[in-house]
Each structure stands twice: as structure tokens, then as C-alpha cells.
């Protein structure tokens, strides 16, 4: 006899963003009434990348429909660091700016983590400078990176048991792999990292309770190497003709994991979201409003 095997949860991130989305608009209007300011994101965009500009529309459009301002600074590819760090000082000094984004990446000649170490902490509301990474860290109060803090927000939505588990993390970028290694380690799972020089990817993923994938090679991690009854989570998004593939292969995965991100609809819209209300959260601290 066979025994029904319980299908796995999709971790929709789609759907968690939305809903956030509608307690972020009545925390912007509580903003607006005691304090007569607009919660503000200034986003820069370097150059003429286009997959950067759609992310920056994507951005502003998001800080629209929970009725935020945005800010957007363009600034040609042959800036200097020295001009970019200008930009960003007179955005930490403009008081109607709550969050700034700095759009990644930068033109090769800029040194971007200088200017990401620019940002002042009060308002790296992305997660990007060193002082955020390491406060977040050591769990002190800082705004994580965006991108790992959402997988965070939609596993803990999703009551995922995390304590004890064995999390891999495969990538060890700084916005993204490091610190959602880090986030997990917090949560009491045993970590993981996997990078481009890990010998045997495939022996790592199979004894994992919980996979990362945050590598930007389309379907790396094969379905056949997750563990019955494992936690998905695909950062990645490469698109296709028939929609886009993530950097782990998913087609199979509902038969095996217990819960799944799908791609797209799972991290991704969890991330703008998480920059958002970051934002908002920034926004109520400069007004001093009781947010507990
Ligand atoms: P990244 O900076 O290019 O880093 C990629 C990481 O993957 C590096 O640590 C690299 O190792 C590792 N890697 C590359 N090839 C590998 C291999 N064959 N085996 C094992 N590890 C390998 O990328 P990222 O910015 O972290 O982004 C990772 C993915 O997440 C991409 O698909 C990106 O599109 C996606 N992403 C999504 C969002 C979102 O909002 N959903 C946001 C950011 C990124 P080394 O360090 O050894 O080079």
C-alpha cells in the first residue's frame, strides 16, 4: 500500500509581500498624521544598466503603493567614487530622506564599498555597510541585508522550524550568501557555506534540512540532491521562454522538499518588500515613534 505523501508548502512570497504591503500603508499614514512628513527611499543608479534600472522602477514602484515617496538620483557611468560618496553625504544630511538604496553594481571604475560604507547607518536600509553586517551579527539592532533578511521573514511566516537544522547555504556573496549564513547561525541552525571552490556541492546538499541557493548559475543545484523533506529556498532568477528557472532545479522538488520557494514569486518580491519596510521602519525612528 502507498502511502499519500503530504504535498509541500509553496513559500509564496508573492502573496506574504502583499499582505505586509497593506501594514506598511497604514503605518506610512499614522507617519503622515503625527509627524506631516512622508516616509522617503532615495534610490542611485549609476550608469545605463537596464536589468538596474527595471530594479530601481520596481523599487519606486513598491514605495507607491504604500503611499511613499521616492527619491531617484541618476548619475552617468563615468561618475567618480568621489562623487558618488558627495551624492550620498548630501542624502544622510537631507532629513525628508529616511533610506537610501544604492544600486548594485556600480561601474567597475567606482569603488562601490567605499561608497556602500558611505551610507549612514540610520539609513543603509538595504543592509549594505559593514557596521549594519556586523551589528546584525552580533544581533544588535541594524537592517539586515534585504535579500536574506525576506527569506528570514517568509520562512519565519511559514512557522519553518529552524533551531538544530542543517542549513547550506550555497553562494557567500556580501548581500546575500554571508549574511543569510549568518541570520541562519542565529537561528540555531548548524551552517553550511558552499562557494565556487567546494569540492563535492552535491554531498553537502544531501545531508541539508534547509538549502540556500544564491550561486547566479541557472538550476546548479539538481532536485536529486535534495533531502527528503528539506526546506527549498532559491534565491536565483534567470529568465527563459517559458517564465525563468532559479539556481536550483525545482522541477521535481514538490515531490521531495517539505516547503519551496517558486521562481519567480517566492524571494524575490520579499526582498523589495523587505526594503520597504525597513524604510518605514527607519522613517519612525527619525520621528520618534513608539514602534514596539
Ligand atoms: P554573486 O555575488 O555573483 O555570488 C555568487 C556566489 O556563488 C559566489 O559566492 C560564488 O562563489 C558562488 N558560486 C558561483 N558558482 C558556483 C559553483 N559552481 N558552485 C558553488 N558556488 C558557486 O551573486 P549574488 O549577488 O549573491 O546573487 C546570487 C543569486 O541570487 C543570483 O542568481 C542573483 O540573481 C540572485 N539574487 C536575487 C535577489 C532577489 O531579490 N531575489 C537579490 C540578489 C541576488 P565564489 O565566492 O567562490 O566566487
Not at 534610490?43 to 520596481?58: C, E, N
Not at 503603493?65 to 553625504?89: C, Q
Not at 571552490?197 to 548559475?217: E, M, N, P, S
Request: hydrophobic residues 40%; contains cysteine; glycine residues 8%.
Amino acid at each position: 500500500m502507498s502511502i499519500a505523501q503530504e504535498p509541500a508548502t509553496v513559500l509564496d512570497g508573492k502573496a506574504l509581500a502583499k499582505q505586509i504591503e497593506q501594514d506598511l500603508r497604514a503605518r506610512v499614514d499614522t507617519i503622515k498624521a503625527k509627524t506631516g512628513r512622508t516616509p522617503s527611499l532615495a534610490t542611485i543608479l549609476v550608469g545605463d544598466d537596464p536589468a538596474s534600472a527595471t530594479y530601481v522602477r520596481m523599487k519606486g514602484n513598491a514605495c507607491k503603493r504604500v503611499g511613499m515617496d521616492s527619491i531617484r538620483v541618476e548619475m552617468p557611468s563615468a561618475t567618480t567614487t568621489k562623487e558618488l560618496m558627495a551624492k550620498i553625504d548630501e542624502l544622510n544630511n537631507d532629513p525628508d530622506v529616511h533610506g537610501i538604496l544604492l544600486q548594485h553594481p556600480v561601474p567597475a571604475h567606482i569603488d562601490e564599498r567605499a561608497c556602500f560604507e558611505q551610507i549612514d547607518l540610520a539609513k543603509d536600509v538595504d543592509g549594505v555597510t559593514c557596521l549594519g553586517f556586523g551589528r546584525m551579527a552580533m544581533q544588535q539592532s541594524a537592517y539586515g541585508s534585504c535579500t536574506p533578511q525576506g527569506i528570514m521573514h517568509l520562512l519565519a511566516h511559514h512557522d519553518i522550524e529552524l533551531s538544530g537544522k542543517e542549513a547550506v547555504v550555497v553562494g557567500r556573496s556580501a548581500i546575500l550568501g554571508k549574511p543569510m549564513a549568518m541570520m541562519l547561525l542565529n537561528a540555531n541552525c548548524t551552517v553550511t557555506m558552499c562557494h565556487s571552490k567546494t569540492q563535492d556541492l552535491a554531498a553537502h546538499i544531501k545531508r541539508a534540512d534547509i538549502v540556500v541557493g544564491a550561486v547566479g548559475v541557472p538550476e546548479l543545484i539538481k532536485a536529486e540532491w535534495i533531502k527528503k523533506g528539506a526546506v527549498v529556498v532559491d534565491a536565483g532568477f534567470h529568465p527563459t521562454d517559458n517564465g525563468g528557472v532559479g539556481d536550483i532545479e525545482l522541477t521535481g522538488v514538490e515531490s521531495i522538499a517539505s516547503a519551496y520557494t517558486p521562481v519567480p514569486g517566492g524571494v524575490g518580491p520579499m526582498t523589495i518588500n523587505t526594503l520597504i519596510r525597513q524604510t518605514v521602519e527607519a522613517a519612525e525612528k527619525s520621528a520618534g515613534l513608539d514602534i514596539s
